[in-house]
Nanobody, 127 residues
Framework: QVHLVESGGGSVQSGGSLRLSCAAS????????MAWFRQAPGKEREGVAG???????LYADSVKHRATISLDRAKKTLYLQMNGLKPEDTAMYYC?????????????????????WGQGTQVTVSS
């Protein structure tokens, strides 16, 4: 059973930075992809950034140039470094994982990430 646990959220002022972490356990295969999603109150969950087992990364336009996703496979930990935070970045941030042994593409479509989800970590950015 795969278990994902996010941490690193908190309250920061506009322009600040945060580093989110997602520790994965129970994963036995090597070909897996991971991603960060977020959901603000009253809004749909949206993709923020993803990383493929082949090394490709993908970012939502809203965070491009402000966010960096990285995966430490030895530690089985996913990170999201976010700089220049804005009030509109306020949301619950979720970690997701899926097998990508037969998945060549990398998308941030919610429908493509149905395998495993964490419980989320809250990020609040004040102006």
């Amino acid at each position: 059973q795969v278990h994902l646990v996010e941490s690193g959220g908190g309250s920061v002022q506009s322009g600040g930075s945060l580093r989110l972490s997602c520790a994965a356990s129970g994963y036995t295969e090597s070909e897996y992809c991971m991603a960060w999603f977020r959901q603000a109150p009253g809004k749909e969950r949206e993709g923020v950034a993803g990383v493929h087992s082949l090394g490709r990364t993908l970012y939502a336009d809203s965070v491009k140039h402000r966010a960096t996703i990285s995966l430490d496979r030895a530690k089985k930990t996913l990170y999201l470094q976010m700089n220049g935070l804005k009030p509109e970045d306020t949301a619950m941030y979720y970690c997701a994982a899926r097998s990508c042994a037969t998945w060549v593409s990398l998308t941030l479509r919610l429908a493509d990430w149905t395998d495993y989800w964490g419980q989320g970590t809250q990020v609040t950015v004040s102006s």
